[in-house]
C-alpha cells in the first residue's frame, strides 16, 4: 500500500473541496438559467393573454355598436353629410352608457355612402379603451325605407347585412 | 516542527469542510429561491391558459346568443363545463324582452384553481328580431 505524504493529502482534500464548490456553482447556474427561460415563457403567454382579453372586451363592444347602428338605421333616418371627397357621412353619437357596457369603453359608429342613392352602406363600429387600444369593425348593409312617414306610423327601414362584408381590424 | 504540521492539517482539513458547507448551503438558498420562483411561473402559466379557455367558452355563448338572437327574452341562466380538470361555471343574462331592439347580453365565467377563485365577464348587445333566425337578416 502506498501511503501518500500529509502534503499531497492535502492538496487533494483541498481541490476536492474547490470541485465541490465549482459542482455546486455550476449547477445552480445552470438551474437558474433554466428556470428563467421558463419564467419568460410564462410571462409571455400572460402577456399574450391579458391582450386576448382586452380585445375580445373591445371587440364584442364593437359587436355591440354594429348591432345598435343596426337598429338605430332601421328606426332612424340618416342625415347625410357630404364630405370633399363626395362621400357622404353620419356619425351616431353613443357612448358606452347607452348601451350599460363598462365605462371605460368608447364606441362611435359612422355611416358610410358613396352615392346618396345608393342602397348600400358601410356601418363601421370603434371600440376604444382609455389608453391606446382601439378596435374597428366594418360591414355593408342594404338599406330600403320601407316608411318614411315618420309623422304617421314611425319611420321604418329595412336593413339586411351583406354576407361577407363583415371584417374587423385592430 | 511536528506541532506546526498538526496544525497545518487540521487547518486544511477545516477549509474543505468549510467549502463544502458553503457550497451546499449557497445550493440549498438559491434551489428553494429558484423552486419558489418555478412554482410561480407554473401557477401564472396554468391561469393563463384557464383564463383563455373561459374566454372562448364566454365567446362561445355569446356567439349562440348573436345566432338566436330572434328568440332572445329578458333570460339568465348557468351551467357547467369541464375543461381539463377544470370546472367553469358559465352564468349569461340577458335583460331586454323578446320583440325588443336590443338586449343587453352579459356572460360571466367563474372557475377554481389553485391558485384561488377567477371571474371573467364580457359583455355586448345583441340586436332584437322577432323574424326568426336568419342571422342575415334585421328587420
Redesign the interface.
Known sequence: MIVLP?RVK?RQ??A???A??L???I??AS??TL?FT??R???A??R??GN??RI??LR??C???L??G??WL??NEPIWQTESNGQHTFSLPLSADN????DTIHIQINYLSSDINSPFIQIHAQASQNNDRHYHMRQFIHYTVINSHANETGFMA????V?GTWHDYE | MIMNRQGNHSEQTGSTLIGAIVSTLILSIGMAALYSLYINSKLSSSHSQHVSTALAYARDKIETLRFNHGNLGNESGSEQLQASEIVYQRSWQISGNPGQNFHLVNVSMHWLDSSGNHNISLNTVISGSTTGNNPFLDE
Request: glycine share 6%; hydrophobic share 40%.
Open positions: 500529509n492535502h482534500q483541498s476536492n473541496g474547490l465541490t464548490l459542482f455546486c456553482m449547477l445552480l438551474a437558474t428556470i421558463m419564467t415563457t410564462s410571462l403567454e400572460q399574450i393573454m386576448e382579453y375580445e372586451t364584442q363592444a359587436e355591440a355598436g348591432d345598435y343596426h337598429i332601421r328606426l348601451l350599460g357596457l363598462s329595412q336593413v339586411i347585412t354576407p
